[in-house]
């Protein structure tokens, strides 16, 4: 079993910057690939990054791709998610995942945190 927390997420205005945070509980966190997906409102969940268990691969949605940052420190059980440049269309809320196997896709994971609110106004 794997618990998640989300922090991180604030009002912010377009252009700048966030570090959102997950942290873990448990000791098999370096196990599991982690995921970042974002909600927006009226609007299906959508992959926004996603790390293997030692950090070796990441995979990125286009959208992000150059903006943000997936990165994590299995020592401290946090994944992290580092949003530059930000758009008033990256507004959801951002959720982490965990999965034993790195994928793309929602239903593939197993763990998810209850989310972070990142709000980006123009």
């Known amino acids: 079993q794997v618990q998640l927390a989300e922090s991180g997420g604030g009002l912010v205005q377009a252009g700048g910057s966030l570090r959102l945070s997950c942290a873990a509980s448990?000791?098999?966190?370096?196990?599991?690939?982690m995921g970042w997906f974002r909600q927006a409102p009226g609007k299906e969940r959508e992959f926004v990054a996603a790390i293997s268990w030692n950090g070796g691969r990441a995979y990125y949605a286009d959208s992000v791709k150059g903006r943000f940052t997936i990165s994590r420190d299995n020592a401290k059980n946090t994944v992290y998610l580092q949003v530059n440049s930000l758009k008033p269309e990256d507004t959801a809320v951002y959720y982490c995942?965990?999965?034993?196997?790195?994928?793309?896709?929602?239903?593939?994971?197993?763990?998810w945190g209850r989310g972070t609110q990142v709000t980006v106004s123009s």
């Open positions: 448990g000791r098999t966190f370096s196990k599991y690939a």
């Open positions: 995942a965990a999965d034993l196997a790195i994928t793309t896709e929602a239903r593939h994971y197993d763990y």
